[in-house]
């Protein structure tokens, strides 16, 4: 599991590397050569895909199979108002997990949007504990987290 990992850690930098040469921040890879020059399979692939270029992340992937089928990775502006809205209203709506919402916070942080020390101290006023035993602490981590992303992102 730990090999497995550390290959999903390096796929995942490669991906991103790639995206930061890009003058457009959009690339288009084939999961299949991805697998061969990794020597994995392309569900290793898949899995890196899902679960670390996300929406929530700021990527919006684009997948077309059959023989020239591939995969398009897109980083999306998170200076973009749209992209703003997008996050506030359909990522994070009326109700987030503490842990989807620190890996936004963790995504602030890699673009360099937030300090580490912003990231902490937010992840503190979202964490379980201070949030206490309230009706609905999913529902009251999303409201101060949009707001909190309203004032530091407009």
Do not use: H, W
Not at 95 to 113: C, M, P, R, V, W
Request: charged residues 30%.
């Amino acid at each position: 599991m730990v090999k497995l990992a550390r290959l999903s850690n390096i796929i995942e930098e490669f991906i991103k590397t790639m995206l930061r040469s890009a003058d457009d921040g959009i690339i288009e890879i084939k999961r299949n050569e991805l697998a061969q020059q990794f020597d994995c399979a392309p569900s290793q692939i898949n899995y890196v895909l899902t679960t670390r270029f996300t929406s929530d992340k700021g990527y919006y992937i684009e997948s077309r199979r059959g023989g020239g089928g591939y995969i398009r990775i897109v980083r999306l502006n998170i200076n973009d108002n749209e992209y703003i809205n997008n996050l506030i209203l359909n990522i994070i709506g009326d109700s987030i997990t503490k842990t989807k919402a620190f890996s936004l916070i963790d995504n602030f942080i890699e673009e360099d949007i937030l300090t580490e020390r912003e990231g902490k101290i937010i992840k503190g006023v979202l964490s379980d504990r201070s949030l206490g035993e309230c009706k609905d602490t999913n529902e009251l981590r999303a409201n101060i987290l949009k707001n909190i992303l309203i004032v530091l992102l407009s």
